[in-house]
């Protein structure tokens, strides 16, 4: 394993151990419409996103600003499942082909979530009607099933939509890496868009680059280093033949960094 492969996994199992009962109790428990946006507000007492949403929020913000989209390839526990579900061997090389051609297309699903999930927190999550309990909840650990019983007991449709969207994303993860994050997350999606003006991200030296197209072929979200769904994992820094590829200060492309970003696309 690579060092920054090895920092990563480190990166990644402390952020999960920290959230990591946050992300089940919100995928499955959370008596909001849209879980991890209204926590401080919640009647479940037990769940830890009511302290640990706003230092992440802040957290996730400043992260946004300085590495864009980094939280996803360094700190998303989502993330973490998605690669070790992308360990299980995939279909053949055939299959890979044909769904690199849809790639592109099936990248733009990301943007439509997204906009659901921002109308659905506006419509559910602020109506207490639409809550699936009011008063206060104290249930047992994430391993106790008796608490998901008697949340899905008082739930309603959130539940189903949600546990429907954790199989695609689990089943997806074992067909295509990392396929929620490529296609699905909803965060994913805004913080892409930092990625175009984050301080830091990764840089390719054109003068050095050999274009052997390994990246985006082999990178876990099948796109090029830098671009806006690219989540600095590194791998393309470590595994590039002509170690073209760096971490730096983000500049803006220049025409002839353009043009010849534009003629790979083609080719």
Not at 24 to 51: E, H, K
Not at 65 to 73: I, M, T
Not at 178 to 190: D, H, K, N, T, V
Request: proline content about 6%.
């Amino acid at each position: 394993m690579q060092p920054i492969t090895i920092w990563r996994r480190i990166s990644q199992l402390a952020a999960f151990v920290i959230t990591g009962e946050w992300l089940a109790i919100g995928w499955l428990r959370c008596p909001f419409g849209v879980p991890f946006v209204s926590c401080p507000s919640c009647p479940s007492t037990d769940c830890p996103g009511r302290y640990l949403l706003i230092p992440t929020a802040v957290l996730l913000g400043l992260s946004a600003l300085l590495f864009g989209r980094g939280f996803c390839g360094w700190a998303c526990p989502m993330g973490l499942v998605e690669d070790v579900l992308s360990k299980v061997p995939k279909p053949g090389r055939g299959f890979k082909d044909r769904w690199a051609r849809a790639d592109s297309l099936l990248k733009w699903l990301k943007w439509p979530m997204l906009a659901l999930v921002v109308a659905a927190v506006f419509i559910y999550n602020y109506q207490p009607e639409h809550r699936s309990w009011e008063y206060v909840v104290r249930t047992g650990s994430i391993f106790n099933l008796e608490a998901y019983k008697l949340a899905w007991a008082m739930g309603g449709g959130a539940y189903a939509i949600r546990f429907a969207l954790l199989i695609v994303a689990l089943l997806g993860g074992l067909l295509i890496t990392r396929f929620w994050c490529r296609y699905l997350c909803p965060l994913g999606a805004l913080l892409s868009l930092f990625n175009r003006f984050s301080l830091f991200g990764l840089r390719r030296d054109l003068d050095t680059c050999v274009c052997c197209d390994k990246y985006p072929r082999e990178c876990i979200q099948y796109t090029r280093p830098g671009s806006g769904d690219c989540v600095l994992c590194g791998d393309c820094v470590q595994g590039c033949p002509a170690k073209s590829i760096r971490w730096g200060l983000r500049k803006r492309a220049t025409g002839a960094d353009d043009r010849e970003q534009q003629k790979q696309q083609a080719s």
